[in-house]
């Protein structure tokens, strides 16, 4: 029960924040708002003030604003309503969500940055027969504090510096063993791994795990200001290749899309370790929605960006019969996605107990 209520709390942060951002821009522009509702469905609770009805509503998986004169059909002409604005400012209604999911994510890092998180140490947990490492006489309990005369103090770091290694190319490793340092030549061995786009590479290994051993990391207002600017560019930038690897083939969409029920799968591990982790899911969640609401696909904003585009060259709105076939096709698309993803969830999350009920 607590993991669920996390989720929605979550849900609702993101939505409110995305929708928060058409509400703010179309009031300021002029545009009157009959709606705003956190979740879809029948009502729970419903205010109105200053002639915009403020409601919570029974399905949690989502929000809107609904603003006058927003479609062909309801528009009357009143200089209130949405299509009596030029496309300019009709596109910052449209674009503010996203941008406001976007800075969400970005001030969800600077907290996570500033506030301290877990990182594994260089501490030797494990090590693999056949590896360079064993045969150079590293053991457990050592911690390497070098990789060819390179400081190193995170596991993340030393991954970085060895996974680029060729074989049969040998690193020299600084290490501590009982307070007292010690260097080896390393021999690198390679290995194909999934990298974080899910695409198999080869890489170096040294044939070591970490122990586990956890330090917290914190960094001053202004560099965690900077490192969360760098974080978000480069989840960006890996979200945007993972959506061309899936276009292109070479990443499965099946493995490496998630919808609402996994995300929730997710929360309730992530709810566990604590505040912090839980600011990086929402980080992440909200940037990809991002990302993926800026999509140049009908329904979605950046569908309708892509609209307000084609009627600046057009120089006049879309007909009311185009724009209905558009809205069905977006429609009829987004459904689709979602019973795949929801079912692709269902099989990632009970696969294994839907064969052993089966058998």
Avoid at 19 to 28: D, N, R, T
Avoid at 72 to 86: A, R, T, V
Avoid at 149 to 177: N, T
Avoid at 259 to 265: D, E, Q, R, W
Wanted: glycine share 10%.
């Amino acid at each position: 029960m607590i993991s669920f209520l996390i989720f929605l709390f979550i849900l609702s942060i993101i939505i409110i924040a995305h929708e928060f951002g058409h509400f703010i821009v179309a009031k300021k522009i002029g545009v009157r708002i009959e709606k705003f509702s956190l979740g879809f469905g029948p009502r729970l609770l419903e205010k109105e003030k200053n002639g915009t009805q403020y409601c919570i509503s029974a399905i949690p998986l989502g929000g809107y604003v609904k603003l006058a004169g927003d479609n062909l059909e309801e528009y009357k002409g009143e200089p209130d309503e949405y299509f009596s604005k030029p496309p300019g400012k009709r596109f910052w209604i449209i674009f503010t969500g996203p941008l406001l999911n976007y800075i969400l994510g970005f001030f969800c890092f600077w907290l996570v940055l500033f506030w301290g998180y877990p990182m594994l140490t260089t501490k030797v947990g494990g090590l693999l027969d056949g590896y360079g490492a064993k045969e150079a006489g590293i053991q457990l309990g050592d911690k390497i504090t070098a990789v060819d005369g390179k400081k190193v103090e995170f596991w993340e770091d030393l991954q970085k510096m060895v996974q680029g290694k060729k074989a049969p190319a040998k690193v020299r490793l600084a290490f501590l063993r009982d307070n007292k340092e010690f260097a080896v030549e390393v021999q690198i061995k390679e290995k194909k791994l999934a990298d974080k786009l899910g695409r198999k590479r080869t890489v170096g290994l040294l044939g070591i795990s970490p122990a586990g051993e956890v330090v917290k990391v914190r960094h001053g207002i202004l560099q965690s200001f900077f490192l969360g600017i760098k974080r978000t560019l480069g989840l960006t930038f890996i979200t945007y290749r993972s959506l061309w690897s899936m276009i292109t083939g070479e990443l499965s969409v099946r493995d490496s899309v998630t919808g609402p029920l996994g995300i929730f799968f997710i929360t309730s591990q992530v709810a566990s370790m604590g505040v912090i982790a839980l600011l990086h899911l929402i980080a992440v969640l909200s940037i990809s929605l991002t990302i993926f609401n800026l999509l140049p696909l009908p329904v979605l904003d950046g569908g309708h960006i892509l609209l307000l585009g084609i009627e600046k060259i057009r120089g006049r709105y879309l007909s009311l019969k185009t724009e209905r076939i558009i809205t069905q096709v977006g429609i009829t698309v987004l459904v689709s996605l979602a019973i795949f993803i929801t079912y692709n969830d269902i099989l990632r999350v009970f696969g294994d107990k839907i064969q052993r009920f089966l058998k």
